[in-house]
């Protein structure tokens, strides 16, 4: 039988946000795999208020995953910027590229508080970069995890359930002009997405992200097939993408018996 590898991503293990309160929730999506990729934001390694919890966490999840019955490769997000080498993945003989997905902007969360500060960070590092350098895609993901890593957690840190409710509302949703930035942040991405392969990875016909948090399928003008596999945070939910030797399948991941299961087929595409 091929080897069947399977991609999701922004478990966000450790923050109130999450719906994985136990690792081994997640269990049911490492079975009958050969590989699982997270696409990033698997848990926060930043600097924060908490930092025993914070080693705490990442200590669980590196526990968990080096114990899976397959090997699991971690992909960097803006989360965890530090935890493995790996900015990007190609896949199936370079048709399919995985990344994060943060690196559609230049100030990495268009809505975010931080947006500023990040977006001065980011243009002060491409302008000491040589010039061969600015428009390769590796050296500029280099620079948006050490920019990401150099910005402290916020409400993610945040282990009261109340203090966490109004912490994250002043982190995305006040003034309301945050709102609007996330509603263009989807509408942008899907192009966005598909510039960034084809600039860089132009053989790809599919882009892996998360980032947004927005589940979805969208084949652009280009012929890229961007796809988002949300997250494991309401209101949206994860979805997981399972790649064989000649197919692309994207599922549903359903909560079940307090578990997480691949669910129904979303979208189906040829290798």
Known sequence: MAALIRIFSDIHYGDRMSTVRSLGQLRPLLADVDRVIL??????????????????????VTEFFNRSSGPVTFVTGNHDPDISPHHAIDLAAGRVFVTHGDIIFENIVPWSRDAATISDRIHAGLAQMPESERQQLEPRLQLFRRVCASIPQRHQAEPNPFKHALRLAAD???PPSRALSILQAWRETPERAAAITTAHRPAAKFALIGHLHQPGCWTTRSGVTVINTGSFSRPFGAWA?????????????????????????????PL
Do not use: Y
């Open 39 to 60: 696409n990033g934001d698997t848990v926060d390694t930043r600097i924060g208020p908490h930092a025993a919890a914070t080693a705490r966490d990442l200590a669980a």
């Open 241 to 269: 993408v399972d790649i064989g030797d000649d197919r692309l399948v994207v599922r549903r991941v359903v909560p079940r018996r307090g578990e997480f299961h691949p669910g129904r087929i979303v979208a189906e595409f």
């Open 172 to 174: 995305t949703m006040w």
